[in-house]
């Protein structure tokens, strides 16, 4: 309180410095917090067979995960995938417009019941693949993974010949082109970098979208853009209710990227699923320090397990000896994989060091993979170990 007696002046001043004071004392120690929408979640109640879409819950007992977008879109790459292997398997003739209208669900490309809902999903992949890049080097990378689609389709007639140089058909049960490049490879194991990967790793688990609002509930929905944000995560990297949960010593019971985690990454492959829980948790918490530590382990384990991969198939063509179909079928996967390696960002990855790796492999050579030398797979694996710090 003022005394009545200060002269005005020394009044004002006396005013000033307490409310400068205040302010500091606010900044340093503030008596306000960004308020929590749900209580608090224990986090020694997580553990690796926590069921993720049933624990999370609001204070009525009400779900408060929606796996629905994450699934639609791995539905949709499993779909794609299981087109292109009739090719091999059945000798089915496929259609590379079908093809570019299931990446960008157009056309009502999805079929037979366990498919035909995901053409009315709202969701496709073309607009999430590359889509931390630019606009315009996105829409390079799309264009990429389309231009696959044409020599993927024009082999499938070819389903019945017997590959080799100069000649498409199969080697064993492989079915590649005129240069011994397995196109089913190419594109499922391009989708895992520029789908999984590029929109997991570096969209979704942004910076900007950790960010995202965790204070009010999406308009008619029980959860918030963040945590939605987190359960597409968790909907794009597995079918199953606790990734990893069908894991054995000979298989992981996991597709695609959750896959090749438990394959290439066999330390931190143990970790993702508390990673995931933890992660949503400590949104529900409103834990920031904790949710970008999961982050960081999810990411960081992504990037590590596909380099592994293409270390692992460019070491499976030297060892497949005379196995000429063993080896097309490892260069395929690697030849993937390298390229998915541009999305590796917390690595200092990108578009020049994957090019330069699949150039100089077999995309620059007359004959492509009947090309290849024990010379270009080292110098290709001393890059990538050298890129990713692996010794």
Known sequence: MVHRHLPAKLASLVLLTASLTACNNWEE????????????????????????????????????????VGSARLGMFRAINT?????????????????????????NPFSGTANASLNTSGVQLRN????????????????????????????SKFASATASEGKPGKLGTYLVDDKGIEWAQIIQK???????VDYIANVLLSDKNLALDNQTLVSGK????????????????????????????????????GSYLWEYNKE?????????????????????????????????????????????YLGKWKTAGTNTAAAAHAMGEGLGFI?????????????????????????????????????????????IKTKFNIQ
Do not use: C
């Not at 199953?240 to 597709?255: F, H, L, R």
């Not at 970790?271 to 999810?298: E, P, S, W, Y």
């Open 128 to 155: 999430v693949t590359a889509s931390s890049l630019s606009a315009a080097d996105a829409e390079k990378e799309r264009a990429t993974v389309e231009a696959g689609f044409t020599p993927m389709a024009a082999i």
């Open 339 to 383: 390229y998915s390696l541009r999305y590796a960002k917390m690595n200092n990855a990108d578009a020049a060091f994957s090019d330069g790796l699949l150039n100089n492999l077999v995309y620059s050579a007359p004959n492509g993979f009947w090309g290849l030398t024990n010379a270009k797979i080292d110098a290709a694996s001393s890059a």
């Open 29 to 68: 120690n503030p008596t306000t917090v960004s308020p929590q929408l749900r209580k608090s979640v224990d986090y020694a109640k997580l553990t690796d067979t926590t069921t993720y879409a049933n624990f999370f819950v609001d204070d009525k007992g009400a779900k408060t995960v929606d796996l629905t």
């Open 222 to 257: 029980n959860y918030t853009a963040l945590e939605q944000n987190w359960d597409e995560i968790f909907g794009i990297i597995t079918a199953n209710p606790v990734y990893g949960g069908k894991a054995t010593a000979t298989s992981s019971g996991e597709s695609f990227i």
């Open 268 to 312: 931190d492959f143990p970790k993702i699923h508390k990673a995931l829980l933890t992660g949503r948790a400590a949104i529900v918490n409103n834990d920031k320090t904790l949710l970008k530590t999961q982050a960081t382990l999810i990411r960081s384990a992504m990037e590590k397990a596909i380099a592994g991969a293409a270390l692992g």
């Open 190 to 196: 391009g989708l895992i970098g520029a789908f999984q």
């Open 83 to 107: 087109y292109n292997g009739t090719a091999a398997s059945t000798g089915a003739v496929l259609d590379a417009t079908v093809l570019k209208n299931m990446f960008s669900n157009t056309g």
